[in-house]
């Protein structure tokens, strides 16, 4: 069987997909071990699937710092959010073995540089706030005082929690190619997909051949509904609701950083090397409590020339049913007041599904709010 090509594809971020997998070396006893929090090790299996070309270890200092000031790596090429191993000091060898917390080992690291960093300026320039109740700032807070750079060989990966859902960029591209896909918009998300999002979704799939439904599965805070009863949620609606030939379900396995608009850019850095042209952002995108504007993350597009990104994002606003129009609609297509609209709060659909109350069917498909009451009751 020959591969399709994936040349009429988007090019990954900086030209070619990065590739850091390999052989574990024969030294690998003798080496010293570096244990890596749940994060790093995200952002580690990443790396060596390319879904952070044209990253190829942890950042060193120039980068780091560059990505903080201006949104570039010291190349100039774009990227919004530093990707950092934290360690306590460096290490006294030129290679270290990375392990995750169990201390299964992962992956050799080529040691470049141990640097030290100022949490608080990295909080205010990544995450536009030092408040520590914000958890992207409170998990930066806690982390180990120096970064450590260099670039990494990943010879083992966790397994993960969706093994059928695990596609690496190189396989989503196979996928998009093998379907005739060309022009492919990605979704990110991280709750279950109401009417709203569905909507976006179906909106966008209107003008590109396909849509990737890319929910986030890595850490959450703890408040978000657990990514095993979202994929039941998306199954379940995809199954229903979308065309098949049209549509492709698979695992983001980044973890949140709750950076708003600079994890917007990043998030769309990322669909980019998993073969995304376009990229769904819709209103506080990636955000948590009230620290963004509502428009930040679309707004933060701007920033860059067009052509940098290369990815299109496609700007929403928030949606609902409209019972005048008799069609889901949002303010931009809609002109009838808020009366007429079917619009429950994040709070209010909580409350009714632990009380074993199905939402109005224009809000959530039964179908879904059937297996999220189910998940309320466990
Ligand atoms: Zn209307």
New binding site residues.
């Given amino acids: 069987m020959t591969a399709v090509s994936t040349d009429r594809l988007i090019k990954p971020h900086g030209g070619e997909l990065a590739d850091r997998s390999g052989a574990a070396p024969d030294d690998l006893d003798s080496l010293e071990v570096v244990a890596l929090t749940s994060r790093e090790v995200s952002d580690l299996g990443m790396i060596a699937s390319g879904a952070l070309s044209p990253l190829e270890g942890f950042m060193r200092q120039e980068d780091y710092e560059s990505v903080l000031e201006e949104m570039r790596l010291a190349n100039g090429l774009p990227w919004s959010l530093p990707v950092c191993l934290a360690v306590d000091a460096a290490p006294k060898g030129d290679r270290v073995a990375l392990a995750d917390e169990a201390g299964r080992k992962l992956a050799v690291l080529e040691v470049e540089a141990t640097y030290a960093y100022a949490k608080e300026a990295e909080a205010q320039q990544a995450f536009r706030t030092t408040d520590e109740g914000h958890p992207g700032v409170a998990r930066l807070y806690a982390q180990k005082d120096n970064y450590l750079a260099g670039n990494v060989t990943v010879f083992d990966r966790p397994d993960p929690q969706f093994p059928e859902l695990a596609l690496d960029p190189r396989d989503t591209r196979s996928a998009f190619a093998e379907r005739g896909w060309k022009r492919v918009v990605g979704f990110q998300t991280r709750n279950p997909i109401h009417r709203a999002h569905e909507y976006l979704t179906k909106v966008a799939l209107e003008t590109v051949d396909g849509l990737l439904v890319h929910p986030l599965v890595g850490d959450t805070k703890g408040d978000d509904v657990p990514a095993d009863v979202r994929v039941e949620c998306y199954r379940t609606l995809l199954a229903d609701y979308y065309p098949q030939e049209r549509v492709l379900l698979s695992a983001f396995p980044a973890a949140m950083r709750y950076a708003g608009p600079r994890e917007a850019i990043w998030h769309a850095i990322c669909r980019k090397n998993y073969g995304c042209s376009h990229f769904i952002v819709g209103r506080d995108h990636a955000g948590v409590g009230d620290y963004y504007g509502t428009y930040d993350a679309q707004l933060i597009f701007d920033e860059f020339e067009p052509h940098e990104l290369d990815i299109e994002p496609m700007f929403y606003e928030h949606s609902f049913w409209?019972k005048?129009?008799g069609s889901m609609?949002s303010a931009k297509t809609?002109?009838?007041p808020k009366e007429?609209h079917v619009f429950l709060s994040g709070t209010k659909v909580r409350e009714l599904l632990a009380a074993g109350e199905v939402p109005p069917e224009e809000f959530t498909r039964p179908a879904v709010a059937e297996v999220l009451i189910e998940a309320y009751r466990g």
């Fill in positions: 409209c005048t129009c609609a809609c002109p009838h007429q």
